[in-house]
């Protein structure tokens, strides 16, 4: 507005006094008229973001983003199982006991209270789980917004979406750049969406829906790449994998611990490796001996250590997808083509490891 | 000089080593006290663990050389009493001190 203004003023010309008094009334109209023409002029030659690819790469995000947060959401519910499972796995470790101490074992576990001070870290840990998880949902609601826009008129959507995801954003970086005093890259980030929306007004409907979805990519890559540098803070990995592979880790150990004590017989244990190793097989119910029971429970510790490295991997996958992401948004912004299979099989492979292992367990524990 | 991730990884081990030796110790243990030390030990193991993740995943904490050194050193030390098959009663004593110099680790990375 303001250089637009400028011009016309500018034409001081002696003796054109009458002149310029009719065009100053002519000013502001035609000044708003100039300034949507330059603006649409601007964004004709600016804005090369193609609706398409921009459709696709919006879909690409909600999965890695939602990946993410499966992840992230059923570690923080797991974290809160914990303390049923050492209830049961202690109480189980009873059988270890000889025949006539058994009794004072498990009446010592009854009347045991949980350690406050596990219980705290426990919850500590679930809240920065969660806080994880509400991250990546607040950026899948922004790439479900971002596809939005390339269909339709979803400015409004798109920027309380951004909003929403820069927040949460903040919200987790701010939690670990405590972990990396000075890194920059974990500085609090802001949305431009809302600017440009209030300035964008009057132009050609499909231009301005083009450049929206320039800016709206500018903002989502500012975000990803703020995840990144989150997630690959050294300690903060190193915690979290620790985590993901400990949480599977106890749930083998309560899984060992009922077979030993007889709730699941060892036959039943054994049927993942009977099914890929001799499929259709009908194992003898007489095979229950304490050896058969110690080669379920060497089966089941073989597994875990198999699964923990699998759900170890997902944060690496996580990252692999994001980077991804991150290198099609500077595509799409460049009106290059935009190729989204490394994100959709890396979040498909998180989503397969999570399901695998994570939710069987939500399933009552069926191995 | 450590890093958080190595000390992380300290108290990772501590705690895994217990759990995941518990029955064969169990087996081995002689008297109810010998028992008692084992299962405390699990206990203790997992609440050094856990507040080691918290602790790592809000604040980086400075760094605790001697508590570090002394951690890893009595890892070794449990590690070679389990391969000697030595008694119960010399392996708990090892074993406490073991989680011992881990919450001592964990204690002076908060300060």
């Known amino acids: ?367 | 000089m450590s890093s958080a991730v190595e000390r992380l990884a300290v108290v990772d081990h501590n705690y895994r080593q217990a759990k995941n030796n518990e029955a064969a110790d169990l087996s081995r243990a002689q008297t109810e006290a010998a028992v008692a030390g084992i299962m405390a030990n699990i206990a203790n193991a997992r609440l050094a663990y856990y507040e080691a993740v918290a602790l790592a995943l809000t604040a980086g904490g400075p760094g605790v050389e001697a508590a570090f050194t002394a951690a890893r050193d009595a890892q070794a030390t449990i590690k070679a009493s389990r391969e000697a098959l030595e008694l119960v009663p010399t392996l708990l004593g090892k074993l406490k001190s073991g989680t011992a110099a881990v919450q001592e680790l964990i204690a002076a990375a908060k300060a």
Not at chain 1, 234 to 256: I, N, P
Not at chain 1, 259 to 285: F, R, Y
Not at chain 1, 340 to 349: F, N
Not at chain 1, 355 to 363: D, N, T
Request: with cysteine.
């Open chain 1, 1 to 367: 507005m303001v250089t637009t203004e400028m011009s016309w003023r500018g034409g001081g010309v002696p003796g054109l006094g009458r002149a310029k008094a009719n065009l100053e009334s002519v000013r502001l109209p035609m000044s708003r008229y100039a300034c949507a023409t330059l603006v649409a002029v601007l964004l004709s030659a600016c804005s090369g973001i193609d609706r398409d690819s921009a459709k696709a790469l919006g879909g690409a995000g909600q999965k890695a983003t939602q990946a993410m947060a499966d992840q992230t959401a059923l570690a923080a519910r797991t974290t809160g199982s914990l303390s049923e499972w050492w209830a049961v796995r202690d109480t189980l470790s009873c059988i270890h006991r000889q025949v006539d101490s058994r009794p004072g074992c498990i009446a010592d576990k009854a009347a045991t209270d949980p350690d406050a001070r596990l219980t705290a870290a426990q919850k500590q840990i679930g809240e920065i789980m969660r806080k994880r998880s509400d991250a990546a949902v607040a950026l899948r609601n922004a790439y479900q917004a971002f596809a939005n826009l390339a269909t339709y008129d979803a400015g409004a959507e798109t920027e309380a979406a951004l909003q929403g995801a820069f927040g949460a954003v903040n919200e987790l970086t701010a939690a670990v750049a405590v972990l990396a005093p000075g890194l920059t890259a974990l500085a609090p980030i802001s949305s431009t969406f809302t600017t440009v929306v209030s300035s964008a007004g009057g132009i050609v409907a499909s231009e301005r829906q083009r450049h929206l979805l320039l800016v709206a990519s500018r903002d989502l890559h500012r975000a990803i790449n703020t995840m990144i540098a989150a997630l690959t803070v050294e300690l903060d990995q190193a915690a979290v994998t620790s985590l993901l592979g400990m949480l599977v880790s106890e749930r083998m150990d309560v899984y060992a611990g009922l077979v030993h004590s007889g709730v699941i017989t060892p036959v039943e244990a054994l049927t993942p490796l009977l099914t890929e190793i001799a499929p259709g097989a009908k194992p003898s119910a007489q095979a229950n001996s304490d050896v058969v029971r110690a080669t379920a429970v060497a089966s089941i510790k073989q597994r875990a250590r198999q699964e923990e490295a699998a759900v170890k991997s997902t944060y690496e996958a996580t990252l692999a997808a994001f980077r991804a992401l991150s290198a099609e948004h500077r595509r799409l912004e460049n009106d290059k083509s935009v190729d989204v299979s490394v994100i959709l099989a890396q979040s498909q492979r998180i989503e397969a490891i999570a399901k695998a292992v994570f939710k069987k367990q939500e399933k009552g524990g069926s191995q």
